[in-house]
C-alpha cells in the first residue's frame, strides 16, 4: 500500500499526536491535518501552516466531518478513563464514515499490565480487571475498536509502546526534576526492565503502519526501542545527560502499598461506562450532597509546628514501582515481521535529543 | 480633552466584543469598580449574538450591537475595545471620531502603521486613547521603576525574564492562532506587556536579537536579547508551548529583585552580602504617624484590582483627575519594537529535529520567505 497523500492526526496537541504532526509535515511525507478537541490545544501545532480541524474525539459526527477528505488517520487521544473509552468507541464508525480505510490506533502495552508477565506477546489475553484503571479502559478500547473496524471494513492497527520518552514528554521532565531535587529513586537496583521506545521510533512506527499491507490490519503490535534498556541505565543516563551525580539516586526497599481504599475503589468503578449512565440519572442536588458525605469522612491532617525543616525524600508512586519491578522485555518481533519495523533512533541519541530539548526549555 | 461633570454622575461604557477576555475580565472588573467609579455599561457591541447575549447576564440593560458604527450620539463617553486584535484599529478610529474615549486591548494594533493611525485620530479627535497594559499598574513594575528611577539597589545592570507554560487561556475564537488575524503568537501576546515594562524601565533598546520557532505559522516559542542605551542587557524567554521556568530578575549593582511575571503584588529582594532574602506580599509604605507599632500600610493591588485600575485611570483621565498611565503613544512604542524583532527574526534551533525535518525547514524557507 502506497503513503496515503492526506494523514488526520486526532488528538495532534499531545506529545506523541504533535511529534507525528511536526515530523510528517517537516519530513514532507504527506499533507497533515491536526485535529483537536478545542482552541486552546492550538499553540504547539500553529506553529505550522496547517488546515488544523476542531473536533471533540467523542462524537462520530464532528469527528467524521473533520475526517472528511483524508485518506488515513492517527488516533492519539490522550485522557482519563471514560475519554479514552468514548474517543475509541466514535473512532471506527467516524472514519467509516469519513470514507478513511487506514487507522492507526496508539494503544499502549499497559493493557498487559506494567508488570508483564514473562514470556507475554500480543496473543495473550487481555483483563480489564486490572489494578490500574488507565489499562482497562486501553483494554475495552482495543476491544471495542477492533470489533467496530471488523465490522464497518476498516483497516485498524493498533501499536502498543510502553514507556514512551522524547522531547516534550512530561515524563523526562519529571525525572528531571526529581533528579535536581535528589528525590529520584529506583528499586531493586534499577535492574528492572524499561520498555523504552524514543518518541520518533513510535512516529516511525506509525509510519510504516501507514503503507502496510492490508494483510497486516486488524492486528496489534508491541514496538520497542532496539536495546534492553534497565531503569537504572535510563535514570543513570538522564542524570549523566543533566551533568547530576547518579550515586545521589536512591536506591530504596520495595515500597509497601496500603490495600487500595474503598474511595479509591469507589473512583475506579464511577468510571465506568455502566456507572456512568446511572450517575447521569441522578439529581445534581443529591450528587452534592453524595460528594459532600465522601468528602467529610476523609480524615484532615492534624497541624505540628514543632519539626526541623528535614531533607526532601523519595516518594514513591504505585505505578512506577509496578513498572519497576518489569522482569520482561517486551518484543517488538512481531512488529519487524509483519510492518518491517526496525527502529532508527538509538536509545542513546533518542536521549540525547531529548535532554537537548530539555536544556533548550531552560535558556 | 477633560470633561468637566461631576463623579456622581455615572461615566456611561460601550463594551466592544464579548468573547472570553470580556466575559471573564472586563465584565467582573466593570462591576467591581462600581463603589468607586459608578460606569454604567450601556452597550454591547459584538458580531455574535450568543456571544452578546452571555455579556448581556452581567449588563441586562445594555443595548446590544453588532458594529460599532450603530452606537448613537452620546450613548457612550468611553468604548473598552476588547475584539480580536484586527479589529482593534478600525473600530478605535471609528470610535474615537464619533467622541468616544477609548481603553483598547493589548496587542493595541496588528502593524505599527495601525498603531500610529489610532495615535492620531485620538490627537485629532481630541479624545483619550488607552491600551489594556495593565502590567504597569502591578505594585512589581512600579517598585522596579522606583528602584531603577532612585539608584537605591544602585544601577541597574542586566536582566533575565522567563514566563510561559502550556497555554490555558479559554479562547473563544480560533483567530489567536490564525495568522491571518493574529499578527504573532507568544511574542506578541505575552511580550507585548513585557517589552511595554523594560521600555518603561530602561528606555530605548539600543541593539537586538530576536528567533522564535514560527515555521510557517505563529510562534509558540521566542527568545529576545535586548542591551538597552543604558547598559542594562538581557534576555526574555516565552512559550506557550511547554512548561519553563517562570522567573524575572532584575540585577544591580548592589542585589537583586525577583519576581514572576504575571505576579502583581510578591517579589523577592536580595541584597548583596546577606545571608538571606527577604520575601513576601507587598504593601504600601507605613503611615509615619502610626510610630513604630506599624511597619507597613495597606495590601498592594492584586492583579485583578490592577486590571480595574487600568479602568478607574480612564475614568479619572477623562474628567482631567489624573494622567493615562498607558496611553497608545506608549503602547505603540512596544509594538515597533516587537514589529522590528519580527522583521529580524531568526529560526530557533530546535535540537531535536531530524535531518530530514531540517531539510524541511529549509525548504519551507524557501518556498514561504520569512515572515514579517
Known amino acids: 500500500m502506497s503513503f496515503p497523500k492526506k494523514v488526520a492526526v486526532v488528538g495532534a496537541n499531545g506529545f506523541v499526536g504533535s511529534r507525528i504532526v511536526e515530523l510528517f509535515h517537516l519530513s514532507g511525507l504527506c499533507e497533515v491535518v491536526p485535529v483537536v478537541r478545542g482552541v486552546n490545544a492550538l499553540p504547539r501545532l500553529s506553529r505550522f501552516e496547517l488546515p488544523w480541524k476542531l473536533a471533540d474525539a467523542r462524537r462520530p459526527e464532528a469527528l467524521a466531518d473533520a475526517l472528511a477528505g483524508c485518506d488515513a488517520v492517527v488516533h492519539a487521544v490522550v485522557g482519563d478513563p471514560r475519554v479514552i473509552e468514548a474517543a475509541a468507541a466514535a473512532l471506527v464508525p467516524a472514519a467509516a464514515n469519513a470514507g478513511i480505510r487506514r487507522v492507526v490506533y496508539l494503544s499502549t502495552a499497559s493493557v498487559h499490565g506494567q508488570n508483564p508477565a514473562l514470556g507475554t506477546t500480543e496473543d495473550s489475553p487481555l483483563s480489564d480487571g486490572q489494578e490500574i484503571d488507565y489499562n482497562n479502559a486501553k483494554v475495552r478500547a482495543e476491544r471495542r475498536l477492533f470489533a467496530d473496524a471488523a465490522k464497518q471494513s476498516v483497516e485498524l492497527i493498533a501499536l502498543r509502546p510502553s514507556v514512551v520518552f522524547g522531547p516534550r514528554d512530561r515524563w523526562i521532565t519529571t525525572l528531571a526534576d526529581e533528579l535536581n531535587r535528589g528525590v529520584a529513586w529506583l528499586i531493586n537496583g534499577g535492574t528492572g526492565i524499561c520498555n523504552t521506545i524514543h518518541v520518533d521510533n513510535l512516529v516511525h512506527a506509525v509510519r510504516l503502519s501507514m503503507s502496510a499491507n492490508a494483510s497486516a490490519s486488524g492486528q496489534a503490535y508491541l514496538v520497542g526501542d532496539h536495546e534492553l534498556v534497565t531503569w537504572w541505565d535510563f535514570y543513570r543516563e538522564t542524570a549523566l545527560g543533566l551533568g547530576l551525580d547518579p550515586a545521589t539516586i536512591h536506591q530504596i526497599p520495595m515500597p509497601a502499598f496500603p490495600a487500595k481504599s474503598w474511595l479509591s475503589k469507589l473512583d475506579g468503578l464511577r468510571s465506568s461506562p455502566t456507572a456512568q449512565k446511572l450517575i447521569a440519572q441522578v439529581p445534581r442536588v443529591l450528587k452534592g450532597v453524595a460528594k459532600g458525605a465522601i468528602k467529610g469522612l476523609s480524615p484532615a491532617p492534624e497541624y505540628n509546628s514543632w519539626y526541623l525543616p528535614g531533607v526532601a525524600g523519595p516518594s514513591p508512586a504505585r505505578e512506577m514501582v509496578l513498572l519497576q519491578q518489569c522482569a520482561y522485555r517486551l518484543p517488538s518481533t512481531k512488529a519487524e515481521r509483519l510492518l518491517g519495523y526496525q527502529p532508527p533512533i538509538s536509545f542513546a541519541h533518542g536521549l540525547k535529543g531529548t535532554l537537548d530539548w530539555l536544556k533548550w526549555t531552560r535558556r | ?372
Open chain 2, 1 to 372: 480633552m477633560a470633561d468637566p461633570r461631576p463623579k456622581t454622575e455615572p461615566v456611561k461604557a460601550a463594551l466592544v466584543g464579548c468573547g472570553a477576555l470580556a466575559e471573564l475580565y472586563y465584565a467582573p472588573a466593570l462591576r467591581g469598580i462600581q463603589s468607586a467609579e459608578p460606569v454604567r455599561i450601556t452597550t454591547l457591541v459584538d458580531p455574535n449574538a450568543a456571544r452578546r447575549a452571555v455579556l448581556s447576564g452581567f449588563f441586562p440593560d445594555a443595548r446590544r450591537l453588532s458594529a460599532v458604527d450603530e452606537l448613537n450620539q452620546g450613548e457612550a463617553d468611553f468604548a473598552i475595545v476588547a475584539s480580536p486584535q484586527k479589529f482593534h484599529a478600525a473600530q478605535t478610529i471609528s470610535l474615537l471620531g464619533s467622541g468616544v474615549h477609548v481603553l483598547c486591548e493589548k496587542p493595541m494594533a496588528a502593524t505599527v502603521q495601525e498603531a500610529d493611525a489610532m495615535v492620531a485620530a485620538s490627537v485629532e479627535h481630541r479624545r483619550l486613547l488607552s491600551v489594556g497594559l495593565f502590567r504597569r499598574f502591578f505594585p512589581t513594575s512600579r517598585i522596579v521603576h522606583e528602584l531603577v528611577a532612585g539608584g537605591t539597589l544602585g544601577r541597574p545592570v542586566s536582566f533575565e525574564w522567563m514566563e510561559g507554560g502550556p497555554f490555558n487561556w479559554p479562547a473563544a475564537s480560533p483567530s489567536f492562532f490564525q495568522k491571518s488575524a493574529s499578527p504573532g503568537g507568544v511574542f506578541a501576546d505575552i511580550g507585548t506587556h513585557v517589552l511595554d515594562l523594560l521600555l518603561w524601565w530602561f528606555g530605548e533598546p539600543e541593539s537586538f536579537d530576536y528567533e522564535d520557532d514560527a515555521l510557517g505559522g505563529i510562534e509558540a516559542n521566542a527568545r529576545l536579547r535586548l542591551r538597552f542605551g543604558s547598559g542594562v542587557s538581557g534576555s526574555l524567554r516565552l512559550s506557550r508551548d511547554t512548561a519553563i521556568p517562570n522567573g524575572t530578575r532584575i540585577r544591580f549593582e548592589r542585589g537583586s529583585i525577583w519576581f514572576q511575571g504575571a505576579s502583581a503584588d510578591s517579589v523577592v529582594v536580595q541584597l548583596d552580602g546577606c545571608s538571606h532574602v527577604v520575601r513576601g506580599a507587598l504593601h504600601s509604605a507605613p503611615d509615619q504617624a502610626g510610630g513604630v507599632g506599624t511597619g507597613f500600610g495597606a495590601s498592594a493591588s492584586t492583579y485583578s484590582q490592577c486590571f480595574m485600575e487600568q479602568i478607574l485611570n480612564l475614568c479619572r483621565a477623562i474628567r482631567g483627575e489624573e494622567a493615562l498611565v498607558v496611553p497608545g503613544t506608549a503602547a505603540a512604542k512596544g509594538m515597533d519594537l516587537i514589529e522590528r524583532c519580527y522583521a529580524a527574526r531568526r529560526t530557533m534551533s530546535m535540537p531535536w529535529l531530524t535531518p530530514d525535518e531540517l531539510a524541511g525547514i529549509e525548504r519551507l524557507a524557501l518556498s514561504r520567505g520569512t515572515r514579517k
